[in-house]
């Protein structure tokens, strides 16, 4: 059965259900047994992308489409519901949970700007290069967190052990009291704050004292909206007044060395070319490290297909060493280790993508119907709440042991892996992920001559089907 609702049009799988009640709320109806649904936005699947909550009313989705428009679909284990959306248009309807909870929700679109544009001269430009760097306005931001409240009692966000963190609030201290420190402040009690108004800064250049939009970038996180945009220009205020430009030039040979560290000692070529090999259908034509001497272990990825070119992007801290740090492994193999960090997010690059083809999509969403059983959530691995997220932060480290088992000094790999193990199931949380750790490493070691990553992925995910 069909109904029509001006452009909207809901069908039901398998499902009866009365039009009348539907009708009856004056809005369309769709029903639901499990909490965590998908949407589709035009071609695009995201995946166990919706939290289904009927305490918020309307829980709104935010959609940027096309000027001429697209279509977008909720879908449920039971029903689906489909709307033509362009720009400006608003739509309410009910997702019925477990026949009781009645969860008003809301599309609300606006026009899709690209998030990037790549120019004929930035393509030829980048093409086949890594570029690692510590740009002025995002260095500027996390100058501004450290000046937070939020960023000087928040232990993951600022790293306050090295010096430079010293001469950041010998220099800027003065200046915390600028309008913009508490606008951050107080925009970094949501916690996607952070990440999002980070990243974004990177779409911004800063050129003669003015912070300027870049010409390849409109924002750099997945939101629709640029987010560090409305602070632009007490930022910029901020910027003049505490003389950061002079600061950042007395500070350049500092971050040259770090740069220069990054990029040329923790093998990310290798990294990239490994990445490649293993994961053969995808592909990306350049890639970015960013990242501050003030980030402490907070990371991110993203990348960008526009206008026939891709882009991966690693937003990373750097990898400093504890000076009590005890040296239980030799110095080669500490440099393997100290190219997780970046190689967590690249890798993000290319085992989403993975993940989401339709081989293994639902399959993988099946297997992790029940989180707490992978899960701790009591810990931080908590935040990572539905099939994907979990299924891919797996493989995420369980990469950072096959790298070790191909490029670590083999008398050193057991206690890196170990390390590695210890780290993701008794401080993160991820109860099974030695299992699936050990499981996948002799896996790969015993792999079919020619076979790659991508290949051992029915396996894989047939592990998970069978573990859960």
């Known amino acids: 059965m069909s109904i029509h609702v001006r452009t909207c049009f809901l069908f039901a799988f398998g499902l009866i259900f009365s039009a009348s009640a539907a009708f009856s709320q004056k809005l369309p109806l769709i029903r639901s047994s499990v909490k965590i649904i998908d949407i589709h936005v035009g071609k695009v699947i995201r995946k166990s992308s919706w939290n289904i909550d009927a305490s918020i009313k309307p829980d709104v989705f935010d959609v940027a489409v096309p000027k001429n428009g697209t279509p977008v679909t909720f879908v449920t284990d039971q029903d689906s519901i489909r709307f033509d959306v362009?720009?400006?248009?608003?739509?309410?309807?009910?997702?019925?949970?477990?026949?009781?909870?009645?969860?008003l929700t809301a599309i609300k679109s606006i026009l899709d700007v690209p998030r990037a544009q790549f120019s004929d001269d930035y393509k030829k430009s980048h093409a086949g290069k890594t570029f690692v760097e510590i740009p002025p306005v995002y260095e500027l931001i996390n100058v501004v967190f450290a000046l937070t409240d939020k960023g000087n009692t928040e232990n993951g966000m600022i790293r306050k052990s090295e010096p430079y963190y010293a001469e950041v609030l010998n220099w800027f201290e003065k200046y915390k009291s600028e309008s913009v420190v508490g606008a951050i402040n107080a925009a970094l009690k949501e916690p996607d704050n952070y990440h999002s108004m980070k990243m974004d800064a990177y779409?911004?250049?800063?050129?003669?004292?003015k912070i300027k939009q870049s010409p390849v970038y409109d924002r750099i996180g997945f939101g629709n909206n640029?987010?560090?945009?409305?602070?632009?220009?007490?930022?910029?205020?901020?910027?003049?007044?505490s003389k950061f430009s002079d600061f950042y030039k007395q500070h350049k040979p500092l971050y040259d060395g770090l740069i220069t560290?990054?990029?040329?000692?923790?093998?990310?070529?290798?990294?990239?070319?490994?990445?490649?090999?293993?994961?053969?259908?995808?592909?990306?034509?350049?890639?970015?490290?960013?990242?501050?001497?003030?980030v402490n272990s907070n990371q991110s990825a993203t990348w960008f297909e526009y206008d026939g070119f891709k882009e991966?992007?690693?937003?990373?801290?750097?990898?400093?060493?504890?000076?009590?740090?005890?040296?239980?492994?030799?110095?080669?193999?500490?440099?393997?280790?100290?190219?997780?960090?970046?190689?967590?997010?690249?890798?993000?690059?290319?085992?989403?993508?993975?993940?989401?083809?339709?081989?293994?999509?639902?399959?993988?969403a099946k297997a992790f119907t029940d989180i707490a059983k992978w899960?701790?959530?009591?810990?931080?691995?908590k935040y990572y709440n539905n099939a994907f997220s979990s299924f891919n932060e797996y493989m995420n480290w369980a990469l950072v042991c096959i790298r070790y088992v191909d490029y670590a000094p083999e008398k050193d790999q057991a206690e890196l892996i170990a390390q590695t193990e210890n780290m993701m199931v008794n401080s993160r949380g991820f109860q099974k992920f030695a299992e699936f750790d050990q499981f996948l490493v002799k896996l790969y070691k015993n792999r079919k001559k020619g076979h790659v990553l991508a290949d051992l992925?029915?396996?894989?995910?047939?592990?998970?089907?069978?573990n859960g």
């Open 375 to 381: 899960n701790n959530l009591e810990k931080p691995a």
């Open 261 to 294: 560290s990054y990029r040329d000692s923790i093998g990310v070529p290798e990294m990239q070319k490994w990445l490649t090999k293993n994961f053969p259908s995808t592909k990306y034509d350049s890639f970015k490290i960013i990242f501050s001497p003030l």
């Open 312 to 364: 991966a992007q690693a937003h990373v801290n750097f990898p400093f060493h504890k000076k009590d740090e005890p040296k239980s492994v030799s110095k080669e193999a500490s440099l393997v280790r100290d190219g997780s960090i970046v190689f967590t997010e690249l890798n993000h690059a290319f085992i989403n993508p993975e993940s989401e083809k339709p081989e293994y999509a639902t399959r993988i």
């Open 226 to 241: 640029n987010n560090l945009r409305p602070y632009i220009a007490d930022l910029e205020q901020f910027a003049t007044k």
């Open 457 to 466: 992925y029915p396996e894989i995910v047939a592990w998970f089907e069978g």
């Open 86 to 103: 362009k720009p400006g248009d608003y739509y309410e309807f009910i997702i019925l949970l477990n026949g009781k909870d009645s969860a």
């Open 203 to 209: 779409a911004f250049e800063y050129e003669n004292g």
